[in-house]
């Protein structure tokens, strides 16, 4: 099982990144796929997350109207496009697979994590 995240890197306030999950070893039309971010000297936070089948998607409310998610069932990649950039999202943002969007973002009983990427956002 592998997910690797790409697309991080630094901007200035106000700007945007993709970042990108490519998932292989599983059944990716199977899972729900979601971002968590973690921050120097703070907790593991969930960022976003797509399910599969309906494709619901849920975001924390710090990114609601900036970041979207969408997953591509075909590539097996899941996106997420962050826009409106704030220095308070510098953060390394992993993405997880598993069976349900609940639990991943309501039991945090995600099956499988990839490495992450970094982002950076300078005021």
């Known amino acids: 099982v592998q997910l690797q995240a790409s697309g991080g ?28 971010r973690q921050a120097p000297g703070k907790e593991r936070e969930g960022v976003s997350c797509i399910n599969s089948g ?7 409310d710090s990114v609601k109207g900036r970041f979207t998610i969408s997953r ?33 973002v309501v039991a945090d009983t995600a099956n499988y994590w990839g490495p992450g990427t970094q982002v950076t956002v300078s005021s």
């Open 9 to 36: 890197g630094s901007v200035q306030a106000g700007g945007s990144l993709r970042l990108s999950c490519a998932a292989s070893g599983f059944t990716f039309d199977g899972y729900a796929i979601g971002w968590f």
């Open 54 to 60: 309906n494709g619901r998607t849920w975001y924390t």
């Open 72 to 104: 591509d069932n075909v590539q097996n990649v899941v996106y997420l496009q962050m826009n409106s950039l704030k220095p308070e999202d510098t953060a390394v943002y992993y993405c997880v697979a598993g069976v349900s969007l609940h639990a991943i």
